[in-house]
């Protein structure tokens, strides 16, 4: 079970919202660049990104498209305000993998002809229901009709939130992860995660293969230099 580290930006800063409420953020002395070095030094496979900027509608941040380019060893998925076919295309040139949430939910077909492999489907889910739009709106569709055409053109893998536990560090939603693999997808676990307890709580959930953690790590709760963090940072995903 692979620990993946979260980092949010907004207006180039990192800052953590909690259940997403822009009015929410708290800002962290540091860098985008310099947490990211800090947790590549201490084994970080895959790191997770979040465009604020671009989730609450306006300009992508430009200072994100390096990133991947700059530690071409380390995978990236970014997420927030991929809501066009071309703004996905935007981010896999750069290298990251897509993390899709309104678009995936409310047109799938704008992600017909795209390697699967690459995109991972955001399913933002409060009370079980999806949420779109930045948590901002109920969606129109029910769980399984987001997922069936997602799982018919090929998208394995589901980011799962339960937001009202996002930054709220009250553990993990092991609900919401059991509901969307249920549907046939590989899950990765954000929103709530305390500490590595948590996380073996999400790998005994059927279908979990990894989980994401921003505001524990950031808070010094959990610190990527521990052993054990560290192990959980490197570790094949899917592995308990």
Same mark, same amino acid.
């Given at each position: 079970? =692979? /620990? !993946?580290?979260?980092? %949010? @930006?907004? $207006? +180039?800063?990192? &800052?953590?919202?909690?259940?997403? *409420?822009?009015?929410?953020?708290?800002?962290?002395?540091?860098?985008?660049?310099?947490?990211?070095?800090?947790?590549?030094?201490?084994?970080?496979?895959?790191?997770?990104?979040?465009?604020?900027?671009?989730?609450?509608?306006?300009?992508?941040?430009?200072?994100?498209?390096?990133?991947?380019?700059?530690?071409?060893?380390?995978?990236?998925?970014?997420?927030?305000?991929?809501?066009?076919?071309?703004?996905?295309?935007?981010?896999?040139?750069?290298?990251?993998?897509?993390?899709?949430?309104?678009?995936?939910?409310?047109?799938?077909?704008?992600?017909?002809?795209?390697?699967?492999? =690459? /995109? !991972?489907?955001?399913? %933002? @889910?409060? $009370? +079980?229901?999806? &949420?779109?739009?930045?948590?901002? *709106?109920?969606?129109?569709?029910?769980?399984?009709?987001?997922?069936?055409?997602?799982?018919?053109?090929?998208?394995?893998?589901?980011?799962?939130?339960?937001?009202?536990?996002?930054?709220?560090?009250?553990?993990?939603?092991?609900?919401?992860?059991?509901?969307?693999?249920?549907?046939?997808?590989?899950?990765?676990?954000?929103?709530?995660?305390?500490?590595?307890?948590?996380?073996?709580?999400?790998?005994?959930?059927?279908?979990?293969?990894?989980?994401?953690?921003?505001?524990?790590?950031?808070?010094?709760?959990?610190?990527?230099?521990?052993?054990?963090?560290?192990?959980?940072?490197?570790?094949?995903?899917?592995?308990?």
């Amino acid at each position: 079970m =692979r /620990l !993946i580290p979260s980092m %949010d @930006l907004l $207006g +180039g800063q990192v &800052v953590r919202l909690l259940k997403g *409420a822009r009015e929410s953020a708290f800002v962290y002395p540091t860098t985008p660049e310099a947490w990211i070095k800090r947790l590549v030094d201490a084994g970080a496979r895959r790191i997770h990104l979040v465009d604020l900027d671009a989730a609450f509608g306006e300009a992508p941040q430009s200072r994100l498209r390096g990133f991947a380019k700059a530690w071409p060893g380390v995978s990236f998925q970014l997420g927030g305000g991929l809501r066009s076919r071309d703004a996905v295309l935007r981010v896999q040139d750069d290298g990251f993998d897509a993390v899709i949430g309104t678009l995936a939910m409310e047109t799938p077909e704008a992600l017909e002809g795209l390697d699967p492999a =690459r /995109l !991972i489907a955001a399913l %933002d @889910l409060r $009370g +079980g229901a999806p &949420v779109v739009r930045g948590w901002t *709106a109920a969606s129109a569709k029910s769980l399984e009709a987001v997922a069936a055409p997602l799982r018919a053109m090929g998208v394995a893998l589901a980011l799962v939130t339960d937001v009202e536990r996002d930054g709220a560090m009250t553990g993990p939603g092991l609900e919401a992860l059991a509901q969307v693999a249920a549907l046939g997808f590989r899950v990765q676990a954000s929103g709530g995660l305390r500490d590595l307890a948590d996380l073996n709580l999400i790998a005994a959930v059927a279908g979990a293969e990894s989980a994401i953690s921003g505001k524990a790590l950031l808070d010094g709760r959990m610190t990527p230099e521990d052993p054990a963090v560290r192990a959980a940072m490197a570790a094949p995903e899917g592995a308990n």
